[in-house]
Each structure stands twice: as structure tokens, then as C-alpha cells.
């Protein structure tokens, strides 16, 4: 006789939710599959068989946590991982995978089945979209006991909001009432309280010490410089969050303010040990900032990791790190326990799945000021990432994030996002954020103008034979909706192809020169360096572009210095400081290795040699010098080449600048995409391709050496 088959189990797809089911439903049955699956190692740490606490260890990982179980039904149990502390379902896979093997034992589905209340009352925290203390009486609890509890928490067994700031009263009555029963209060429950608390009592320490807000006169001697109106907004504003972002726009001040809100915290609440994390080649700016700002002792951690242990070992109010090497001296730094942490440039840890960003959001601090002025570059996640250091209750899990924000199709695949101004909305108390528009009295004027150039006709059969390229591989898209990795791999290498070509052969072959840019560039700065305080930045992707240049400074006058992420890290403070002090010094050269942080305000123009696929580069260029401390306007020229993909690229980046500007800047509601990450590059690629104007013989340059300027403004 033939053995029957065993029904195969049908799974719960992982990456679209079934029509028939909730969000919460389907994402508890993934865990709930997920977590049955797996081969963890289960210690029981009680006297009971089922209703007791438990280590459940992940042996891939090492990673252990505590589980409490108490019945079937969710919400009741508790777990210490991370993911049952925001996912707000009151369950995760090491519960799941612990009631799955309790199930297993004789008895084991019957007991859990009936629930547990066990002859102690306790005081827990209920993790949800909103975290609340909840009482849960005892079997044997007295009535004395319960008639104290009932002063304290309503009818539904909640801490009323009221209560927080007695709760020191309720433990005492409790005590007296108890008579002998036993009652528990949890440490994550006690924490929760202690920060509500504290919260409450920060901002009215702080509103103590500056009674007029920020026009305070005791903000007028905090830092060694003044601040501006805003600034003084904005510090206050950090320092009464505990924990906040600063997403002002480049340029205004993101360093001093965060400077600020840190001495307004020393004097509130003596805090005496801040981290600092940021890009290696800030390091140093911050180290000098620190120091013309205020008096306080700084350390750089650097060097191979015994010199950086010295380092942190060293008595200083501000110790400061780079990204990259977070993750190897975490225990350290946990060890070291800072009462606050700084991250500049946070766009840093915007994906959270790379190990710089798992590694920052495990360190350990009361305080955090996150300093960003692209929280959002491309997608929603990116935000809610660096969130997750500042809060990562705030957003709530990602999964019900991106189902309320994420439009898709009918294949799951992205296709727009909704209700960006509702997440405007709620991170209001703890995201401040000001446009240069905002505050543009304090700040100086912006010139912009683009010069349209010719391509020779090296250039061009270069820019056109990668086209056909890109062409082929766009009808090979169109019919089939599909790209080998292949043709992934080649149309990128033909796209990149034509960017360079736009700037010169020698991009692409090494060897040859023809192409105008770097002639334009040095005749504009000819003129430009007419007056002899004016010095200027010059910006490309590509270091081939910088050598041309320097290749034609040899005939010139001026000094320079070339920024780029070959200089070593101890070196790129000195190439900043001999801009900003030599007179002779006129010229920055630099690729995007200079273009995030650094102050580079006595720069009075910036010249694009080619201009980045995101927006928030081209602003993170643009913003080193146009920002606060700057006097005078601030030239800004981009060199396109005329009828090429950089043409075509001009109107390419509205999906993402109106993004940003929805969520962070008031904008549009709804902003639309296409489907896929890959749908929606070609999408751009065909756009930017389709889009490119024919060459126009006014961009022909003069026998002058000038050329027809467009654009601008």
C-alpha cells in the first residue's frame, strides 16, 4: 500500500501581503513561520514547565535574549530583542520559535492555550504603536492593594498620564498596601517611565536657564562667536529634544548649532563626555571648529586600533571618529559610555543594512543630535533609517512605514509615495529644519549660470557610439522588460562612457585631449581672478578632468590645492587650511571627497565640471561655500555640453528634489515613480536619452575665448 503524501504547507509570501489578510496578521505569520523554522537553542531560566522565562541564543549570530512567555494570545509575552521592541505586534520569531516548542511538550498546547495568571500582580511595559504601562493583577492580590492600584491606572488596567510624575508615590503606597503579596515592577517598564519623566523635566531646566527662549541673554555669551537668530532657535531646539535631527540646508550652520545645543546640555545637565562620528575628512574641521567655538578639550580617534584606545583614554570633553571604524571599536566606545553623540553627515548610515550603520545605532548615548541636510536622497527608507538613531519608536516598524507611505502595482513593485505630509507632521517634535529661503537675510546671495559648450567631434563619435549602446540595450528593455546582468554591467560602463566623453577623450583613453571644458574653465577663471581676494572651487566626478586642469594652471599665476579620496587623512586638514589662510592659494580642486562637510566659505565661486546624477550632490558641492560666515554673493557655473546626455540630464532629477521637498520642505502630498529600482532607471535612462536637444551653433565658442552662456539666473 502506497504511503500518502504529506500536504505541502502553503507559505506566507514575503514581499506582498495577501489581499485576505491584515498588515499585522500577515507580518505576524512570517515571523511566526520564520522563527518555528529555526534551530535556536532554548533555555527555560524559571521553576515552571511553560509559563516561565527563558534565553533563547542564536548560534549563527551568538546573540542571546529573554523571553518571557505567558499565553498564546499575542501582546501578552516579552521578548528583549530588538525588533519586538518597535515591530508594535507583541510577538517576534524568538517568541514564536519558544511557544513552538513548548507546544511540542506533553501538555504543552493545553496549557498555553488556557493562559497564565499567576498569584503575583505585575507592572510591565505593553510594546505597540504606542508604548503604555499596564498593571495586570495577581490571583491573590488584596483589595487594600488593588484600591491603591486603581488611583494610579484606569479601568483598562493603563498608567494614566497623570501618574507618571507620582509614580515614586504609587511604589510607596503599593508597598505599605501590599500586605505580603508579591508584585513586580519590570526594568523596561521603570525606564519608560524615568524617560517620560526626564523628558518633561529637560525642557523645563532648560526653559529655566533661558526664559526668554532664544533671545535669552545668556545665549549671547555660550559660545566665543555669536550666533545667528535661527541658530539660537535651532540649538534650543536640539537640546530640549534629548534626541533630535537637524536637517537644516547646507549652509547654515549645522556644526555650531549642534556646538551650541551641546554647551546648552553641559550647563543644564553636566554632561561630560560627547562622541562624534563622522566622515574621515571632517574629523579635523570638527577638532578646529570645537576649538574656535568654545574651550573645551577635543581628541581625534586615529590611527591603527591601539593608538585609538589611547586616544579614547585620554581626558577630553569631545572625542571624534570617523564612520569606518565605528564597528571595530564599538566595545570600546560602550565601554566608554558618551553622555551624548553627534553624527554629521547622517545620510551615512541611510541604509541600514551596510555595517557602519547596524554598528552606530548599537552605541549607546542619553542625548543624540543627528546633523544631515539629505536625510532623503532617493526612498523613504533612507529616512527612516537615520531615524532609528535618533528614535526608532518614533516612525514605527518599517514594514507599517512603507505600507502607509509606499504606493505599489499590482507585482508589489514601487510606483509613488503618499502622505508625506503627514510624516512632515510628526516629525515635527524632534526634526527642525530651515531653507536657505528661510533666513535668507543672514545669508549670501546665490548667482547661478550654465555655459552650454560644443563637443568636438572626437568627443562626439565617443558620446554617440556609446548611445547605440544604450540605445540597443533600451529596445532590448522595451520588448522585454528584463536586463541580463550583462546588459546591466554594459549599459552602465556605455552610460558612464558618454558622462566622461562630455568632459573629454582623455577620460576614456588616457592619451588624448580634445574637449573644451578645461580650456573654458581656467578662461573663466582668467576673468574671475581679476580681483585678487576672489577664490573659487572646482568640482568634478573624475580625476582624469582635475589632471587637464592642472595641466593648464602650469601657465598660470595662481596656487592651488587638489582634494580627493586618495589624500590621507591626516593631510586633507592642511590642503583645507592653506585654502582658507594663503592669499596665494586661489584654487580648490577637489572630486565629491570635498564635497560633504567641509567649510569652505572664503570661496566665492564653484565650478561643476560635470553634474552628478543626485541632486543632493550637486547641493553638497554648491554648499561649501554658500553657508553662513560667507560675505558677498556666490557665483555658481555649471559647464554642460550641448546635445549630450549632460543636456538630457537637466530635467532628470524632479522625482527625487520633490520627494524631499514633500517630506521635509511642505512640497507635494504624492510624488510618483515608476515600479522597480530597475524599471525606474530606465525609465531615467530613456527619459535622459529621449531628451537630449540637438547641438545649436550659438554654442559655438568665440574666437575670443568666451562662450554663449543660457540658463542661469
Not at 517568541?95 to 498569584?119: C, D, M, Q, V
Not at 574641521?285 to 576649538?291: N, V
Not at 555595517?355 to 546633523?371: F, G
Request: some cysteine; glycine content about 8%.
Amino acid at each position: 500500500m502506497k504511503k500518502s503524501k504529506k500536504t505541502a504547507v502553503k507559505k506566507t509570501p514575503r514581499n506582498r501581503k495577501p489581499e485576505e489578510m491584515s498588515l499585522e496578521a500577515w507580518q505576524i505569520a512570517l515571523r511566526k513561520e520564520f522563527g518555528r523554522a529555526q534551530k535556536f537553542r532554548l533555555k527555560n531560566l524559571g521553576a515552571e514547565a511553560f509559563f516561565s522565562d527563558f534565553s533563547v541564543t542564536n548560534p549563527q549570530s551568538g546573540n542571546t535574549y529573554r523571553v518571557a512567555i505567558r499565553s498564546l494570545q499575542t501582546g501578552m509575552n516579552y521578548c528583549s530583542c530588538p525588533d519586538f521592541a518597535v515591530n508594535s505586534l507583541g510577538t517576534c520569531k524568538h517568541i514564536e520559535f519558544t511557544l513552538g516548542k513548548l507546544e511540542k511538550k506533553t501538555g504543552g498546547k493545553k496549557a498555553l492555550a488556557a493562559g497564565h495568571r499567576p498569584s503575583y500582580s505585575s507592572i510591565s511595559l505593553r510594546y505597540g504603536a504606542e508604548r503604555q504601562i499596564v498593571f495586570r493583577p495577581g490571583r491573590e492580590a488584596p483589595p487594600a492593594f488593588l484600591k491603591i492600584v486603581s488611583k494610579y491606572f484606569g479601568p483598562d488596567q493603563l498608567l494614566r498620564a497623570d501618574a507618571y510624575a507620582r509614580f515614586e508615590r504609587f511604589l510607596e503606597e503599593a508597598k505599605s498596601a501590599a500586605d505580603g503579596h508579591e508584585w513586580r515592577c519590570y526594568e523596561d517598564a521603570l525606564n519608560f517611565i524615568a524617560q517620560r519623566r526626564d523628558q518633561a523635566g529637560l525642557r523645563e531646566r532648560i526653559d529655566g536657564l533661558f526664559p526668554q527662549g532664544s533671545r535669552s541673554a545668556a545665549l549671547e555669551k555660550l559660545l566665543k562667536v555669536p550666533l545667528y537668530p535661527f541658530q539660537k532657535e535651532g540649538a534650543l531646539f536640539l537640546a530640549k529634544a534629548g534626541r533630535a535631527l537637524l536637517a537644516d540646508e547646507m549652509g547654515l550652520g549645522k556644526t555650531i548649532q549642534a556646538v551650541a545645543a551641546t554647551e546648552i546640555l553641559a550647563r543644564a545637565f553636566g554632561i561630560e563626555k560627547v562622541l562624534i562620528v563622522c566622515p574621515t575628512s571632517l574629523k579635523h574641521q570638527w577638532k578646529q571648529e570645537i576649538r574656535r567655538f568654545t574651550e573645551r578639550s577635543v581628541e581625534v580617534l586615529e590611527g591603527l586600533t591601539a593608538a585609538r584606545t589611547a586616544r579614547l583614554a585620554h581626558e577630553s570633553f569631545y572625542k571624534i571618529i570617523n564612520y569606518d571604524v565605528v564597528h571595530r571599536d564599538l566595545p570600546l566606545l560602550e565601554k566608554w559610555a558618551p553622555d551624548l553623540i553627534i553624527l554629521d553627515e547622517a545620510q551615512r548610515i541611510k541604509n541600514w543594512k551596510t555595517r557602519a550603520a547596524q554598528s552606530v545605532k548599537r552605541l549607546p548615548s542619553e542625548y543624540a543630535i543627528v546633523l544631515t541636510g539629505t536625510p532623503l536622497e532617493n526612498r523613504l527608507e533612507e529616512l527612516h533609517s537615520i531615524m532609528q538613531f535618533v528614535d526608532r519608536f518614533h516612525l514605527g516598524p518599517l514594514f507599517r512605514f512603507l505600507h502607509e507611505h509606499q504606493m505599489t502595482d499590482e507585482a508589489g513593485k514601487v510606483t509613488g509615495y503618499r502622505h508625506l505630509s503627514k510624516i512632515s507632521e510628526s516629525l515635527k517634535p524632534i526634526l527642525v529644519r530651515r531653507t536657505k529661503g528661510e533666513v535668507l537675510k543672514d545669508l549670501p546671495g546665490r548667482l547661478e549660470k550654465t555655459f552650454f559648450l560644443p563637443m568636438t567631434p572626437e568627443q562626439k563619435q565617443h558620446h554617440d557610439e556609446n548611445g547605440e549602446i544604450v540605445a540597443r540595450i533600451v529596445q532590448r528593455w522595451r520588448r522585454t522588460r528584463f536586463l541580463s546582468e550583462k546588459d546591466q554591467r554594459l549599459l552602465t560602463a556605455a552610460l558612464q562612457n558618454m558622462r566622461m566623453s562630455c568632459n573629454s577623450t582623455y577620460l576614456l583613453d588616457d592619451k588624448s585631449d580634445f574637449g573644451v571644458k578645461a580650456d573654458e574653465a581656467v578662461a573663466f577663471l582668467q576673468d574671475f581672478f581679476e580681483k585678487p581676494e576672489t577664490k573659487a572651487i572646482i568640482f568634478s566626478q573624475w580625476l582624469g578632468t582635475h589632471e587637464l586642469i592642472l595641466r593648464r594652471l602650469k601657465k598660470q599665476k595662481w596656487s592651488h590645492v587638489f582634494f580627493h579620496g586618495g589624500v590621507a587623512g591626516p593631510e586633507r586638514p592642511k590642503l583645507v587650511e592653506r585654502f582658507k589662510n594663503d592669499p596665494q592659494c586661489r584654487l580648490f580642486l577637489s572630486t565629491d571627497a570635498g564635497g560633504v562637510g567641509l567649510n569652505l566659505q572664503n570661496a566665492s565661486a564653484v565650478v561643476n565640471m560635470d553634474q552628478p546624477w543626485n541632486p543632493a550632490v550637486l547641493e553638497q558641492r554648491i554648499g561649501r561655500a554658500h553657508r553662513m560666515g560667507r560675505e558677498g554673493p556666490v557665483h555658481v557655473v555649471n559647464f554642460v555640453s550641448e546635445g549630450t546626455i549632460e543636456h538630457g540630464m537637466l530635467d532628470l532629477l524632479a522625482f527625487k528634489k520633490s520627494l524631499f521637498a514633500g517630506v521635509l520642505d511642505g512640497g507635494e502630498d504624492s510624488v510618483f515613480l515608476g515600479g522597480s529600482r530597475l524599471k525606474k532607471f530606465m525609465e531615467s535612462v530613456e527619459k535622459v536619452t529621449g531628451n537630449i536637444p540637438a547641438s545649436s551653433p550659438a554654442a559655438a565658442i568665440s574666437e575670443t575665448g568666451g562662450s554663449t552662456q543660457a540658463g542661469a539666473g
